[in-house]
């Protein structure tokens, strides 16, 4: 199993910024694609940033102009930059990696981390 290990959530004030990370290990695989997702209290999970190992970065309208994405693919990382946050950004937020494993495609997701965000 490719394991995913986050780090860099936290308490922020509105308006301030933070930066998550998120590594990916594990032998002999393959990263389609990496992204963030969040859920908020009583709601859904819902996509954040999503980059491909094509190119393709996609960002939830919400996020546009605040949040950037970033990838290391020598290390198997990604970074979420989260600039001008907003009450509603509260959530755990979650790496999620499609990846190919000894030759099975699967997704895998990290354990979350909080992002609180006060006003």
């Known amino acids: 199993q490719v394991q995913l290990v986050e780090s860099g959530g936290g308490l922020v004030q509105a308006g301030g910024s933070l930066r998550l990370s998120c590594a990916a290990s594990?032998?002999?695989?393959?990263?389609?694609?990496m992204g963030w997702y969040r859920q908020a209290p009583g709601k859904q999970r819902e996509l954040v940033a999503r980059?491909?190992?094509?190119?393709?970065?996609t960002y939830t309208d919400s996020v546009k102009g605040r949040f950037t994405v970033s990838r290391d693919n020598a290390e198997n990382t990604i970074y979420l930059q989260m600039n001008n946050l907003k009450p509603e950004d509260t959530a755990v937020y979650y790496c999620?990696?499609?990846?190919?494993?000894?030759?099975?495609?699967?997704?895998?997701w990290g354990q979350g981390t909080q992002v609180t965000v006060s006003s």
């Open positions: 999620n990696a499609d990846v190919t494993h000894w030759g099975l495609r699967y997704d895998s």
């Open positions: 594990g032998a002999q695989f393959s990263i389609n694609a």
């Open positions: 980059s491909t190992s094509a190119g393709v970065t």
